[in-house]
């Protein structure tokens, strides 16, 4: 039988000692490069040196080791294969029946704050996942082991005389090659430049960094994976409260996104991936009120987003009604403590984190669609006025207002704004007018006045029993992007209402 | 100066000769293996073997050809480095300034049906991915080409006595990556075999398949990328009509599911993502006219899936009214040639492709919620009934309707179904109630009965103020889930209206 190697070249020391021990115990030999050598000999264990045994030097400052047919090899060849066997005598090839390798820490240095780009490139190792390619691509001979989690494996097997069976032997291929696929994921991400949705192929890398209870529904089981790029992970880290859930996660993303649009105090209310709750105020205390109060029913089991530091006062407020997740850049020492007191309440405080500008990605059958992210926001100063009188300032904020809530809820999306605060939402209808008539329902319900407020539409009317539905009720202002066939007809409905008409020119589905 | 080599590795021969002739011709070297050296040579060229240049043998049928240090030192020296260059020159290790390389076909083996694993496993590519990224570490020294479009800016650089810039390198280097990192994820999900949720870490490789004009607003960047794993791409191919935009791939993506749901003729119309119109009938034609007459005015400009192949009496109904998309298993002659006169109509036919199996992918900032996906189904025979008599036959037949309806319906949801016919629904609401309310008026204003209705609700009533607005139209029974600290309550309200209530202990929430 032949002499059986273990090639150890690892970056990563953690645990390797102790395998290496376990494998020179039972004969087997043991084979490394440079760091890990000394590594290794510096504590007793015999090591035969890859140069040694090639011939060939360690050169270009450790930038080629390991590349040698010797090597590779010795990894690659067909045991079963009398051909290969004769190869491997004549030449007097090892058989590295186990390779144990880890690679350069690309992602932490690429991640580093002010890395060089020498520095990252130098990181892109180049031997490593050679040879974990290669052993696991003969798995059925050679064991591979990447993770300090798999050499526990091992030793395991190795203490109990047991053989690594050709399923297990698989499973490690598998993990090497989710290795070096996620790696070379990371170095694309880094070195690309091209617009993704222009790439002709390549490869997202992602890694698991929240484990979830379930998913939307409690038969469906879930995570939430980081990017693996352009500093991927959660903008938020959570303070205090229960795991978050799916359904937590997926309206924090909405509430995030949405109070990033405001620069004055504001406060967003989600309910079911939609806006349920927005408001903006002279303190963030006000704000807040006024978003809980646009529809406290729907407010009740939300998703609070503000934009200010939480101060006592307002976690007060803020305690009184039952709410999933509050979510704010910042929480004096007094909130905090007030807040802690609801124990099934998450507290969540924003990450200093950079903004998404890669596209997004929707999952279909088949595949994804990639859409540049909805920048898009009209310059109000140079919206049309279709129909009616020009309106004044303050309802210019409302407008703005008005536009972040439909830009953000799903279509067909109607929103209606009053001084500042959110008091009608129609959202995910068939029929535009259903959404239309859902917002002037809900405000009403709500008992808040109609009187000079601003209704948006994140499409075009195609019709003008829309704006005549709305003309008993005394708003002020319809914006909506225009660009219906019928754009005339429903201009005229708004100037014999007397309602101010502006186009925006910019739609804002969302689906 | 050096003598300057061009290593030339390639699986596809595509346009791999012209670009060495233009390298031979400027006194560039070509270094060549196996089927590429004989290839080259054959075509005149002179080529020299590594082999001969490293004085190794290719060994085990090919298994190793370049690895060696003498052609990776080649490729990864750096020719700035005094150090280096005495290496090299002591050494001879040969300047390998262009690298042209692409690799075994991994990926159309695998998807070749009926390809054995053993093939599988001989097409994962060692010494190409080696060459690829040790040329696109180095790339501020060497050009690395793996694709023939590529070959053909090289060729134009050099009949124009142009060098490639830092910058064009770069550009060369992330194309190399992209391909590594998309051929090792093609390889891990090959291999693996536990659920994605479980792995740490790995990567997704995708390939751009369709280009759209435009996301879901004109102002977004929009394409399809299908899934590099599993048989991905999109599980219909387009028989006529304009291009598939991106709302409408967002909306075929739900009824291809929805329609799936049925083994009985059956028709669904999406409009923003949520059905307007579903039906089954005991014939297609007849399922598609209730699907149609749900509510028509939402209808209009939907996206129709129907189960059952299309005929001539069903195309003339459909041409009738403007819709944006038709798809279906097939279509007879004479139907589509009706279908094709309408130039705007997307018709679209089913593939023949695997039931998607991996689990969904939601992208959120910082990364993405994976998770299974929703399968769950009520057994309708073990529902318990909790209120009122039991359903007949005919009745449970629209449970099973209003059911489907529901879970592709986002939440909160409300469906109401009469007799094989979806006539109403009220979706994407931040409270339950009002999901209630627009179902219960959609189906009034489309002068639909609603005796003997059933309603279903996508997750449990909060309070019985939902059953209580019910009352007064007749309906029979109401399906939920249950699980309420209310249901008590709930089953109460139902009780006292004479209403049968199920619970199906299975909630469907959709976002």
Redesign the interface.
């Known amino acids: 039988m032949n002499q059986s190697y273990a090639l150890i070249s690892v970056y990563d020391k953690t645990g390797c000692l102790e395998l290496a021990r376990e494998l020179a115990a039972r004969q087997i030999r043991i084979l490394s490069t440079g760091g890990t050598a000394r590594y290794l000999a510096e504590n007793g264990l015999e090591v035969i040196q890859v140069s040694d045994l090639?011939q060939?030097?360690e050169?270009?400052?450790g930038?080629?080791k390991t590349?040698?047919?010797l090597i590779?090899?010795g990894i690659?060849?067909?045991r079963e294969?009398p051909?290969?066997q004769a190869?491997q005598a004549r030449?007097g090839?090892p058989s590295i029946d186990y390779v144990i390798c880890n690679l350069y820490p690309f992602e932490s240095v690429v991640n580093r704050p002010g890395a060089e780009h020498d520095e990252i490139?130098e990181n892109?190792d180049?031997g490593g996942?050679?040879m974990l390619?290669?052993a696991?691509?003969n798995y059925r001979h050679v064991v591979v082991l990447t993770?300090s989690e798999d050499y526990l494996f091992m030793i395991d097997k190795l203490k109990n005389g047991q053989a690594v069976t050709t399923e297990e032997r698989?499973?490690l291929?598998?993990k090497a090659?989710?290795?070096?696929?996620?790696y070379?994921?990371l170095?694309?991400h880094y070195?690309?430049?091209?617009?993704l949705?222009k790439?002709?192929?390549?490869?997202?890398?992602?890694?698991?960094?929240v484990e979830?209870r379930y998913?939307?529904?409690?038969?469906?089981?879930?995570?939430?994976?980081?990017?693996?790029y352009r500093s991927?992970?959660?903008?938020y880290v959570q303070c205090h409260g229960k795991e978050l859930s799916?359904?937590n996660?997926?309206d924090?993303?909405v509430a995030?996104?949405m109070i990033g649009e405001f620069s004055r105090p504001a406060a967003v209310i989600i309910?079911?991936?939609?806006p349920?709750g927005l408001a903006v105020g002279e303190t963030i205390r006000q704000a807040f009120e006024k978003a809980r109060d646009g529809?406290p029913?729907?407010a009740y089991g939300?998703i609070i987003a503000v934009n200010r530091p939480v101060e006592a006062d307002l976690a007060e407020l803020i305690n009184e009604f039952f709410n999933e997740c509050l979510l704010a850049p910042d929480y004096s020492d007094q909130a905090m403590e007030l807040l802690k007191k609801k124990k099934n309440r998450r507290v969540l405080k924003m990450r200093d984190?950079p903004t998404?500008t890669y596209?997004?990605?929707?999952?279909?059958?088949?595949?994804?669609?990639?859409?540049?992210?909805?920048?898009?926001f009209p310059e109000l100063d140079s919206m049309q006025l279709m129909s009616g009188q020009p309106l004044s300032a303050g309802q210019f904020d409302d407008i703005g207002l008005a536009l972040v809530a439909v830009k953000y809820a799903?279509?067909?999306a109607i929103t209606i704004v009053n001084q500042g605060m959110l008091i009608g939402?129609g959202?995910?209808?068939?029929?535009r007018v259903?959404s239309v008539?859902?917002a002037i329902?809900?405000s009403q319900e709500n008992q808040h006045s109609l009187s000079g407020a601003i209704l948006a539409s994140d499409a075009f009317f195609p019709f003008r029993d829309n704006i005549d539905y709305c003309a008993p009720y005394g708003l002020s202002g319809i914006i909506q992007p225009g660009g219906s066939t019928r754009d005339e007809e429903v201009i005229e409905a708004a100037r014999q209402h007397g309602i101010s008409m502006y186009f925006t020119q910019?739609?804002?589905?969302?689906?």
Chains 1, 2 share one sequence.
């Open positions: 090639t060939f030097p050169i270009f400052h930038r080629v590349l040698h047919p590779e090899g690659l060849f067909r294969i051909e290969d190869d030449l090839i490139i892109i180049i996942p050679t390619r290669a696991a691509k993770r698989l499973v291929a598998s090659f989710a290795h070096t696929s996620y070379d994921g170095i694309f070195l690309n430049r091209e617009p949705d790439v002709p192929h390549f490869s997202l890398p992602v890694r698991r960094e979830l998913g939307e529904n409690p038969h469906q089981q879930a995570c939430f994976f980081a990017k693996g991927g992970g959660l903008p799916y359904n996660m997926l924090m993303n995030y996104q309910k079911h991936n939609n349920c529809d029913l729907s939300g984190c998404e596209p997004t990605l929707t999952d279909i059958c088949g595949g994804f669609l990639m859409q540049t992210r909805d920048r898009g799903k279509s067909n939402i959202a995910g209808q068939t029929s259903d008539k859902i329902r809900k910019i739609r804002h589905f969302k689906h």
